[in-house]
């Protein structure tokens, strides 16, 4: 996203609360597809317009967090059935494809009984079960993110 009062570029953030049972969870991967997809193509053509070196493409950027319910989106275990999207999945594809961070507040992860292998060992827990690809963080994450982006959307 590009500020054109400022012509600087901004990366928005998504802050997902909403369980993955919720229509809103899946609302909020719909978005940052689109948004990925539009910025990437956007990105893409500007520099093919403008650089005759096509091996620098950049990728579009978009900075995630899950907090409270949506913390469950990280849980390896989670069942989903057939005919249901599997949040978890679709997150990980998005977040390869993309080179993206997965961030997930600890304290609501830990308190809805999602752990990776240093929780677990350090609450002596029995075992873990943060998905590949998310990361559990403390909310300074979240706070250093706030302060670099002007946009922020909530799911």
């Known amino acids: 996203m590009i500020d054109k009062n400022s012509m600087t570029t901004t990366t928005p953030l998504l802050l997902i609360t909403a369980d993955p049972s919720h229509p809103l969870a899946?609302?909020?991967l719909r978005y940052a597809r689109a948004y990925l997809q539009n910025a990437t193509n956007a990105v893409t053509a500007d520099e093919q317009h403008n650089d005759s070196d096509h091996s620098k493409?950049?990728?579009a950027s978009l900075n995630i967090f899950f907090y409270g319910d949506a913390a469950h989106?990280?849980?390896?275990l989670r069942w989903q059935s057939a005919d249901q999207i599997n949040l978890t999945k679709e997150w990980q594809n998005?977040?390869?494809q993309y080179e993206l961070s997965l961030p997930v507040?600890?304290?609501t992860a830990l308190s809805r009984g999602i752990t990776d292998a240093d929780n677990s060992a350090r609450h002596q827990l029995d075992s873990d079960n943060l998905a590949a690809g998310f990361a559990l963080v403390g909310l300074s994450e979240l706070a250093m993110m706030m302060q670099e982006n002007n946009t922020l959307m909530q799911f």
Do not use: F, H, T, Y
Request: net charge positive; proline share 0%.
């Open 94 to 96: 998005l977040a390869e």
């Open 57 to 59: 493409i950049k990728k």
């Open 73 to 76: 989106i990280a849980n390896r």
């Open 105 to 107: 507040c600890v304290s």
């Open 26 to 28: 899946k609302l909020a």
